[in-house]
Structure formats: C-alpha cells, structure tokens
C-alpha cells in the first residue's frame, strides 16, 4: 500500500497545526509520499517534500495545486490524500477508509466528519450546522454496516483509492483550475467538487462513526455551531429504522437550492426566532408548525405553554425536534395534510418555508382549512432579493473563476423558482399576494431588523425598512 499525500499550507499562520498533522501522518504503517504545498519555501524534516507555486495569482487557488500532482502521478500510488494543514488525520482514519471500502460499490467514496473539541472534552461536529443535514433518500446497508450520505461535501480533506482518482479524472472535471462550485467559494470546492461533478459519491459509514472523524485543530467554530455526539446518535437510529422500514425516506421539501451559496438553502438547525415568540405570546395554544427543523422555535412555545404540532423536514431530524416535547407527524405533504384533516390550530406557522416551494399560493390554500375561525398564520422569510444575491455572488468570496461556472445568474429569468428553487423577494407585494390568493386577509408586513440601526430605520422609514432589513414576517387571518 503506497500513499501520496498533499498538504496545502498557506503562510506560516498554521504552521503549529501542520507540524502536528505531520507527525500524525509519519505514524501511518504505510509507504508514503508527503508533499506539502505552498506559496513560500517551508523549513521542513528530510522526509518532507515542500512544493512552492499556486496555480494561479489568488491565494485562494493553492488547495487546487494537489490536483495536477495527484493527476500525475496516478499510476504511482494505491491512495490519495488530500489535506488542508490544520486537519488531523490518523492512522485509524486510513486503516478504516482501507478496510471498509471494501464492502462499497468504486463510486461510493467513504467520507470523513470535522469535529472540534471545547473545554469539557466534548466532541462537537462541526460540519453539521444550519442547513447541512443527512440525506434520507441516500441511507442504506451494506454487509450489516449502516451509510448515509450528507449534504455538506466539504470537509477540508478526501481520500481516494486509484479507481476513484481515475474515475474523477476522466469525468473531465477533475483539474487543478480553481473554481466555485455547488457547494460554495474556491475553498470549498477543492475538497467537495470529486463528489458533485467527478462521478464519485461521498458516503458516511454511520456504523463506526467515529473512524471517520477528524479534527479541525483551530477550534475556530466550537462557539458558533455544530452537533454533539449525544444529538447525533438519535438521528443514526432513525437512519437505522429507515433501512428497516419503520420510518419514510421522504423528504417534506426540496429544501437545497439551485444557487450557489449554501446560506439559501432550508436549515435544519436553527436558532430560536424571538420575533415570533413575540407575537404569540403565552398562554395555551395550538400550534402546527410546517417544515419543522430540530425545533428551536417550537421548543419554546412549548415552554410557553403551547401545544405544539410540527410537520418535520425529514424522519432524521424530526428526532430532535421530538425530544423537545413537539409532537411530530410524517414528512409528506399529502399524508400530513389528510392525517391532520380533523384537526384545528389557532396558529399555523411557515419560518422561512415558503421560499422553497414552486406555487405558495396554492400551498398555503392546502392549510386554511386547518385554522381556527380566528386564527392566525405566521410566515417569515429571508428578505432578500435577486439583486442583492447577485452582489453576494459576484462580491470578492464569489467571483473567482465565474467564467468556469455554468450558473448564469444574470440571466433575466434566473429568479423564477425553475432556474433557481428559490422564491426571492424582489417585490414585497407578491408575497402579501400570495396570502391574499389563498382568501387570507393580510396585515402590513412585519420587518424584523436585528439590530438598533435598523430598529431606528423601521421606526422612521417603511421603505427603508424593506431594504436593509434580513427578515419579513407575514400576519394573515382567514377571510370570515
């Protein structure tokens, strides 16, 4: 077994965490090859090799350089290994890789997880945040070991054997022009894109999760986000009832989108909405929420006092929001829909649903009927427009390399829901038109500012408001 293993280590900046990456590296019982590339000469051990030179004059470009070199030398080696410097990868990563990759069909290429670990000692996954979840649909067994894939490609590292490299290489997309790709900027692509246009599937062994973790030394998110491991295992349980039939692979929505930044996409992990908190206040209620994630909001009404109801997004994560005392029903529309035909709730709540669904006109008419004679739907959406994504795609993080990108985003139909699966607001009276459609009355649009500037500017200046605010909220009753 020969390993070539390529490194991209930008400036001196994390050069701690390289040298404990390498010394992690030299304990692998394997032949190796370990070549670290960067854009300045590097003071290394004699069984280092330090390649200088970026493909081209971003800085940015350097975690494409591995691709020419693996390219190359494909012939040479059994094992492909690609790392940013602050990755640690182990001899128990690669012995797992090698071993279980045995029982996967070529195309399914065993992927690994990022962690970090805070103060306790607790390991905290950071890879899964916000809208990054596992794919139902994907989950599967193989030899009584349990796979699932999961949407965020991106793990600042891959390990691919020979066939997988050659099958990557001839797919034609497998260069060393840096690029953006689905799963968003230049930094990502370089370790995602094997596994969005070059043919290969990257699966996680759910079995023995924890071969396939890696640590992201800098510890830069472990306050920001990310899944601990007793929030995981519930969810490798559902994943293990759906093989066995006892939950639907469905999904409720077709929650990623077409663009190009991630940030569009449905979350699955959210963080409590205060605005809406606000507005329904304690007291006893009953609530449905459609398009439940792991339940942040909903968990709260329920601490309030409410009786609250979610349609979840998947079985996966509808495991979460169940262990917060919401009640959780099947993530299908039609089957929800008729289940809960009985039923009335004197709130039905939308968070930043809406923008996933092709008519929403039509979609909120298939909930009227489920609201009390005085009752109330909630809808908040993201405020933002095709012209402000089109800023965000083409600002400095974006527009690197747009010319290899195939997504023209400034084609005049680019914001209908076809080319984008993503209703921008670009003209805030077709979304109180969307209620009206669906014979709700609609009050005046809510904007939520989230800090005291653009409190002031919602006080003074509606239309401001409208601009610079990051979320609206719908308040509609049905017609009497």
């Known amino acids: ?98 071993e279980t990759s045995k029982i996967l069909p070529e195309n399914q290429v065993l992927g690994f997880v990022r ?30 070991k349990f796979f699932a894939q999961f949407n965020n490609k991106h793990s600042a590292c891959y390990l691919l054997t020979q066939s997988q490299l050659s099958t990557a290489i001839k797919s034609g997309s497998y260069d060393n022009f840096p690029r953006i790709s689905g799963a968003g900027g230049v930094l990502e ?45 519930p969810q490798i349980e559902a994943m293990k009832k759906i093989v066995n039939g006892d939950l639907v692979n469905t999904s409720f929505l077709d929650d990623q989108t077409k663009l190009l930044i991630r940030g569009f996409d449905k979350k699955y992990l959210n963080n409590c909405d205060q605005d809406v908190l606000k ?12 398009g439940c994630g792991d339940g942040s909001t909903e968990e709260k009404l329920v601490q309030m006092g409410h009786d609250v109801t979610a349609i979840p997004l998947d079985s996966i994560i509808a495991t979460l929001a169940k262990k917060k005392g919401i009640e959780v029903i099947t993530p299908d529309l039609e089957r929800s829909l008729d289940n809960l035909s009985s039923r009335k709730f004197d709130y039905i709540l939308f968070l930043e649903t809406l923008h ?32 402000h994504y089109c800023q965000l795609v083409n600002s400095d993080h974006f527009n690197f390399s747009c010319d290899k990108n195939t997504s023209n985003h ?42 005291w500037k653009r409190y002031l500017i919602s006080i003074f200046s509606k239309k401001q408001a409208s601009v610079k605010a990051t979320k609206c909220m719908i308040v509609a009753h049905p017609k009497i």
């Open 356 to 387: 996933y669904v092709a008519e929403p006109e039509i979609y909120l008419k298939k909930f009227v009927n489920l609201l009390e004679k005085n009752g109330t739907i909630i809808a908040t959406l993201m405020n933002i427009s095709l012209d």
């Open 279 to 290: 507005k329904i206040g304690s007291g006893r209620c009953k609530i449905l929420s459609v």
């Open 189 to 233: 692509a370089a370790s995602a894109d094997p596994f969005i246009d070059c043919g290969l599937e990257k699966v996680i062994c759910l079995s023995n999760i924890e071969n396939f973790l890696v640590q992201h030394l800098p510890n830069n998110y472990i306050d920001k986000w990310g899944l601990n491991m007793k929030q995981l295992k």
């Open 1 to 98: 077994m020969k390993i070539l293993i390529a490194i991209a280590s930008y400036g001196e900046k994390n050069d701690d965490y390289l040298n404990t990456l390498l010394q992690s590296l030299r304990e692998i019982p394997y032949e190796k090859d370990i070549i670290v590339q960067s854009n300045i000469e590097k003071n290394l051990e004699d069984d280092i090799q330090c390649f200088v030179g970026l493909p081209n004059a971003d800085p940015r470009s350097l975690v494409f350089a591995h691709r020419q070199l693996f390219i190359d030398n494909l012939n040479n080696y059994d094992l492909f290994l690609y790392t940013e410097n602050d990755i640690l990868i182990t001899q128990q990563n690669i012995e797992a890789f090698i």
């Open 410 to 451: 400034k084609n005049e139909n680019y914001d209908q829901f076809e080319f984008s699966g993503f209703n921008f607001i670009n003209d805030h009276t077709v979304i109180s038109n969307w209620f009206i459609q669906a014979r709700l009355n609609v009050s005046p649009i809510i904007y939520c500012p989230l800090s």
């Open 115 to 144: 962690h970090e670990v805070n103060q306790e000692n607790e390991i905290l996954l950071t890879d899964i945040h916000y809208s990054y979840h596992w794919i139902a649909k994907s989950v599967q067994c193989v030899q009584s």
